[in-house]
């Protein structure tokens, strides 16, 4: 069965460093999406991609980055974690076209920033 | 632009009484409509989804949504409540293609009393 996938599942690091969360889906889905989820705030759009080399900037897109080499994978790269960066990811992706398309979405990654 | 409100950010309801969540939307165009569930410690999975066609959306789970243009709203119902429904449950705008970004409400809490 298709799926999406992410790594690590937790992850704790230091303020500074830099930390990639990876997420891998087998729908061959051309959009794909990372969202953070804090208490009080729902879910909020970080980056996005529309298909291979396609990366966009999100709502909340500062200290993130993206890269879309294949179809499969779109890891979000936090450059330098910071205390305001800990919260549970979640990747997403959807197929392309006219609207309505649901979005499938991997089972999170709660990141620690001590 | 899109927007969601979803009136009520928890619910409590007891085993075997009617559930009914609140959605009101804000869109410029006709919108598709979803509502998502997310259980402890997972990722988001569709419950139902309106795009086109009869109002009365039946979801899994036995949830069912009906949209109604004139409200701008659409609410999630289901007659009798299970313990097994205690969830965050998400209401969801999209525009007419895939390249439009979904916005999603900020999610009620449903509790289910024995």
């Known amino acids: 069965d298709a799926e999406i996938t992410q790594s690590p599942r937790h992850k704790i690091t230091e303020t500074g460093r830099q930390v990639t969360l990876a997420c891998h889906q087998t729908?061959?889905?051309?959009?794909m999406f990372w969202y953070r989820q804090d208490l009080g705030h729902g879910l909020r759009l970080i980056h996005y991609?529309?298909?291979?080399?396609?990366?966009n900037k999100g709502e909340v897109s500062d200290g993130y980055s993206v890269s879309r080499s294949n179809t499969e994978d779109l890891p979000l790269t936090l450059e330098s974690a910071a205390s305001s960066q800990t919260s549970v990811y979640f990747c997403?992706?959807?197929?392309?076209?006219?609207?309505?398309?649901?979005?499938?979405f991997g089972p999170g990654t709660r990141l620690t920033v001590t | 632009a899109q927007s969601v409100t979803q009136l009520g950010s928890h619910v409590s309801v007891s085993e075997g009484a009617l559930v009914l969540l609140r959605c009101n939307y804000s869109s410029s165009v006709p919108p598709y409509l979803f509502w998502y569930v997310q259980y402890p410690n997972q990722g988001l999975q569709l419950l139902l989804k309106y795009t086109t066609g009869a109002t009365l959306v039946k979801g899994i789970n036995g949830f069912e949504a009906e949209f109604k243009k004139s409200e701008t709203s659409f609410h999630l119902t289901k007659p009798s409540a299970h313990m097994s429904d205690a969830a965050e449950y998400f209401c969801a705008v999209s525009g007419e293609t895939s390249y439009d970004k979904v916005i999603f409400g900020p999610g009620t809490s449903l509790s289910v009393i024995p």
């Open positions: 991609s529309y298909g291979v080399q396609d990366t």
């Open positions: 997403a992706s959807s197929e392309s076209g006219t609207g309505g398309y649901e979005q499938y």
């Open positions: 729908w061959n889905h051309n959009n």
